[in-house]
């Protein structure tokens, strides 16, 4: 076991984890809500340091990332556990794999799941593997916040970028350690819906959102995800409300080129949710309805997806995905020390990242 960090104490109810919304208080013995931070003696302990449930070459389009480093791989490793407990997850498998003994939380002891690596390995998989990205992903990497931190800190020291898949719900000081060493980012804007954050998803809107904020302010490159689920977050006026936050962020100094993507997946029943699948027709209808206000709106998780980036000053195709098949022929290197691609065909800049 490692030590954990972000804990506080709590008198004689035990010890405050501050890395969330949740600000569980654990009695020793005992894990928080995320069932992988727990108190054993009074300190906050992380039993599953090291521990990577996932690990696999991807295409950086699975994160999903269509801005950053088109049609390379990323070396991807997952974890166990989730600090929400949505009803629908699409990797429950491995978020909810923790074995709880209550609603609470889980024994301190838990059997550890996946290999156990250390953050050397992770680097030199990546290195191996001609990756010069590694993506902290699948299930929710930040409630592994120390073994994060001390990977990226390696990865940068050895020219490997780190990527970031997460919902996004930690609080400031654990969001500024860990984005001051992110590269790229995709976040999920689950909905637009703080009740809905509370009461179903587990979570905090207002958390996820000045997280998004963060991460732009710190230059991460950022783009957003929301899983559109049948009965849950699919009215034309949420999915308005988060076209509206998005088109209000600013990613850079020349918004049409610097705008935040968004990418709208299709939800499948999975876990505990059983509403019928998204229907791709009301993806693109609602693709369509809110490119009129932002410029970088994707579908994702539905066949036969194609999905392309055009120029926004001469329209012509900068990137085309045809599932994972991407071709990038309307791309030309960036400038020296300038880290944006620029248009083939008309020379304008681009929001895609090198």
Known sequence: METARFFSANGNAGIKCGLCSHSCVIANGSSGICGVRCNKGGKGLIPFYGYVTALALDPIEKKPLYHFRPGSKILSAGF?????KCPFCQNWHISQSVKTNSDDGVS??????????????????????????????????????????DCMELARRNGIANVLVTNGCVNGEAANEVLALTDAANIDLKCFSAETYSKVLGGDLDTVLAFIKLALEKKVHVELTTLVVPGLNDSVEELDSCA????????????????????????H?????????????????????????????YTGNIHGEENATVCLHCGKALVRRFGYRVETFGLAAPAQGEGVFRCARCGGTTGIRN
């Not at 166990?80 to 929400?84: I, T």
């Not at 100094?253 to 709208?264: C, D, F, G, I, M």
Request: with cysteine; hydrophobic share 40%; net charge negative.
């Open 80 to 84: 166990a556990g989730c600090n929400l």
């Open 244 to 267: 509206a936050f998005i088109a209000n962020l600013r990613a850079g100094p020349l918004r049409e080129t610097q705008a935040v993507p968004w990418h709208l997946s299709a939800y």
């Open 108 to 149: 301190c002891g838990a059997d550890a799941q996946g290999e156990k690596m250390s953050p050397g390995d992770l680097v030199s998989g990546a290195l191996h593997k001609g990756s010069n990205a590694i993506a902290y992903t699948y299930s929710e990497p930040l409630v592994h916040i120390e073994f994060l931190l």
């Open 269 to 297: 029943p999975e876990y505990r949710w059983n509403a019928p699948p998204t229907e791709a027709k009301f993806l693109l209808e609602i693709k369509e309805r809110v490119s009129k206000t932002l410029p970088y709106v």
